[in-house]
T-cell receptor
Framework: KAGVTQTPRYLIKTRGQQVTLSCSPISGHRSVSWYQQTPGQGLQFLFEYFSETQRNKGNFPGRFSGRQFSNSRSEMNVSTLELGDSALYLC?????????????FGPGTRLTVT | SQQGEEDPQALSIQEGENATMNCSYKTSINNLQWYRQNSGRGLVHLILIRSNEREKHSGRLRVTLDTSKKSSSLLITASRAADTASYFCATPTSGTYKYIFGTGTRLKVLA
């Protein structure tokens, strides 16, 4: 099976702009989670979707949003970008909902905000 | 502090030596997972150990879990240069689908 894919891999945006990142999970996986990784804060959970429903959300401002489509593909959107949003954004898919399944990560999208 | 915290933060060893890293967590869990990340790339799942398991092996990896101490350890035996990476433990928060990752241990294996 193909792994988790994320597009784009690299992105440079200007402060105040918005950005949309895409994640295609492993075929058959219905759970998709998003994480932000920065040198200062480490890996932080953004949100998790299962069957097009957001099941959980991390402690991020409302500028961070996401959605999941019927084919389990997911997008996350960040509006009004700030310099501090520069990070590696990782998507992970899982065969089931809940905390008993391992997660399979994509290569990430590296976002730089200038 | 975070649910999962790894110790040490960084570790440098010679090829062929064993590497041990530890993870502590705060709340009760039903499983704990270890992941590896190479130089800013995506994470790779290594092992999942359930709360009713005390030890688990996978190749050169050995994971132990002590729920009474709320701690886990990852042992990599006969390390190789290719094992150079950051290693994270992850625990699910109780009653949610949210995983909390530790701060990671940066392992450097010198050839």
């Amino acid at each position: 099976k193909a792994g988790v894919t994320q597009t784009p891999r690299y992105l440079i945006k200007t402060r105040g702009q918005q950005v949309t990142l895409s994640c295609s999970p492993i075929s058959g996986h219905r759970s998709v989670s998003w994480y932000q990784q920065t040198p200062g804060q480490g890996l932080q959970f953004l949100f998790e979707y299962f069957s097009e429903t957001q099941r959980n959300k991390g402690n991020f401002p409302g500028r961070f949003s996401g959605r999941q489509f019927s084919n389990s593909r997911s997008e996350m959107n960040v509006s009004t970008l700030e310099l501090g949003d520069s990070a590696l954004y990782l998507c992970a898919s899982s065969p089931g909902q809940g905390a008993s399944y391992e997660q399979y990560f994509g290569p990430g999208t590296r976002l730089t905000v200038t | 502090s975070q649910q999962g915290e790894e110790d040490p933060q960084a570790l440098s060893i010679q090829e062929g030596e064993n590497a041990t890293m530890n993870c502590s967590y705060k709340t009760s869990i039903n499983n704990l997972q270890w992941y590896r990340q190479n130089s800013g790339r995506g994470l790779v799942h290594l092992i999942l150990i359930r709360s009713n398991e005390r030890e688990k092996h996978s190749g050169r990896l050995r994971v132990t879990l002590d729920t009474s101490k709320k701690s886990s350890s990852l042992l990599i035996t006969a390390s190789r240069a290719a094992d150079t990476a950051s290693y994270f433990c992850a625990t699910p928060t109780s009653g949610t689908y949210k995983y909390i990752f530790g701060t990671g241990t940066r392992l450097k294996v010198l050839a």
